[in-house]
């Protein structure tokens, strides 16, 4: 049993439990202005093959969310170069090497995200953050998935994420939840200690069962200082150990919100202003 295995499992339950009153809101919000998403507090799939029957008379909030999500997707990320290098030192920004170098990079970064799924993800995102005035989505750096060469983008369910904001008010403590069945995740992270889980796969019948683990992301601290590094630790649930660890330069998940108030953590937007209508129509 880990220290930190119960240190991360028990901040995740209290973060869980301080988001309860917004979860009956994300799931209005996804019942009638993202009904495609799965739900927060209430089964979408009622008898594992067929989803519960959608009760919404009016779809208007459901076509100005997509209205918004395709023009955030047409003016923030369009189909061509929509970021620019440059350097803050105007001198240095005009010298024709610099420029060089620079056009050289941006096309290199555009031809990697066009190799990768990061279209369908950012349209994810957008309809995401419009609806529930926060989205998360995940960038792996080193994929090995054939498909997506190196960069891959995972959205994440928010019923999933919860997380914490640093000094400099990004969500830089991050934490999901996920269902791994136990040959995945033997296979994912052989040389852990899981013997729950490892039990399981040798069982033979139990080897799809499927287990808890927490993906823990926060800075990487050094003699209490913060070294600007993240470490991501992930978690067998059921056997409370540290499955595996791994440390990135940069924090490899988003959690944008649309707007915040003072002292708040979890956005507000479009989606949050509409439920009152929604639940009145």
């Known amino acids: ?16 439990a301080a988001r309860t009153p917004i979860l ?18 209430e089964q979408k799939v009622v ?13 208007t909030a459901m076509r ?18 929509w970021a620019l290098l440059r350097m803050r030192d105007k001198d240095l920004d005009k010298a024709k090497s610099t420029r060089e170098y620079f056009e050289t990079q941006q096309v290199r970064i555009f031809e990697a995200l066009r190799e990768s799924n990061f279209v369908t993800s950012i349209a994810q995102l957008y309809l995401d953050l419009g609806a529930f005035n926060t989205a998360a989505i995940h960038v792996d750096r080193e994929s090995s998935d054939a498909t997506f060469g190196k960069l891959k983008f995972t959205n994440i369910h928010l019923k999933k994420l919860v997380f914490k904001e640093g000094t400099n008010g990004r969500a830089d403590y991050v934490m999901v939840k996920e269902l791994i069945s136990a040959i995945n995740a033997v296979d994912l992270y052989p040389d852990a200690d899981m013997p729950k889980v490892k039990a399981a796969v040798d069982n033979g019948k139990d080897r799809h069962k499927e287990f808890e683990f927490i993906i823990s992301c926060e800075p990487k601290r050094q003699g209490g200082e913060v070294t600007g590094y993240y470490e991501t630790t992930i978690v067998s649930v059921e056997d409370k ?5 791994t440390i990135d330069e940069k924090i490899p998940y988003m959690v944008p919100r649309w707007q915040q108030a003072a002292g708040q953590v979890w956005g507000t937007g479009p ?3 509409s439920l009152p209508d929604c639940r009145v129509i």
């Open 1 to 16: 049993m880990s220290n930190k295995a119960n240190e991360i499992i028990g901040e995740y339950a209290r973060l869980d």
């Open 24 to 41: 009956r809101d994300f799931q209005d919000i996804s019942r009638y202005v993202l009904p495609s998403h799965a739900y927060f507090t």
């Open 47 to 59: 008898d594992g093959n067929s989803e519960k029957q959608l009760d919404v008379f009016d779809s």
């Open 64 to 81: 100005a969310n997509e209205v918004l999500a395709n023009f955030l997707h047409s003016a923030v990320t369009p189909d061509y170069l």
């Open 241 to 245: 150990t540290v499955a595996h660890t």
């Open 271 to 273: 989606g949050m202003r």
